[in-house]
T-cell receptor, first 110, second 113 residues
């Protein structure tokens, strides 16, 4: 039990739609990161938020955006979905330098 | 750029030792990690090692780091069926603004009876 919960666990969207994935972490975990894990690949860093501001970004286009809220919850938004966006999206919160991962949201884009 | 490479598959007999190898390119890596992912699950941190260490042992797990060759290995002693999973090697460099982790593609460990 990592204390990081994600929702929904599974969802299906069609190309061109928009999706919002949610994550909540334990009180005091000020940093949240989002990763994309395509099938058969390792997780790829999307971005990180610290105290509600973006603190770093990987090689993902602007249609991937995020928010972090004062209650330690976070959102990942993806606009104009493409087939290649199908993946497991992992949220991770950081405390004392250790990353705690959620179980992920599996997105399928048809 | 930063890259982490590892073999994709490993088969080991139950009771034997498993050794999973990894190479990385970032000479400024601060931490090196091993994560475990079971089917349908998120990532579980198994162990990590600071870049100024050569070895770390934690029960059945032994991590060896050769910083000169940028080579990391994970040895699992007395491999059990519950060890069947995908193992990810990863590294991070804390000198930057963020503490992103760079993952390899994962090694799928298969346990033979």
């Amino acid at each position: 039990e990592t204390g990081v919960t994600q929702s929904p666990t599974h969802l299906i969207k069609t190309r061109g739609q928009q999706v919002t994935l949610r994550c909540s972490s334990q009180s005091g975990h000020n940093t949240v990161s989002w990763y994309q894990q395509a099938l058969g690949q390792g997780p790829q860093f999307i971005f990180q938020y610290y105290r509600e501001e973006e603190n770093g970004r990987g090689n993902f286009p602007p249609r991937f955006s995020g928010l972090q809220f004062p209650n330690y919850s976070s959102e990942l938004n993806v606009n104009a979905l493409e087939l290649d966006d199908s993946a497991l999206y992992l949220c991770a919160s950081t405390q004392h330098g250790e990353l705690f991962f959620g179980e992920g949201s599996r997105l399928t884009v048809l | 750029g930063e890259d982490v490479e590892q073999s994709l598959f490993l088969s080991v007999r139950e009771g034997d030792s498993s050794v999973i190898n990894c190479t990385y390119t970032d000479s400024s890596s601060t931490y090196l990690y091993w994560y475990k992912q079971e089917p349908g699950a998120g990532l579980q941190l198994l162990t990590y090692i600071f870049s100024n260490m050569d070895m770390k042992q934690d029960q059945r797990l032994t991590v060896l780091l050769n910083k000169k060759d940028k080579h990391l290995s994970l040895r699992i002693a007395d491999t059990q069926t519950g060890d069947s999973a995908i193992y990810f090697c990863a590294e991070s460099n804390t000198s930057g603004r963020d503490d992103k982790i760079i993952f390899g593609k994962g090694t799928r460990l298969h346990i033979l009876p």
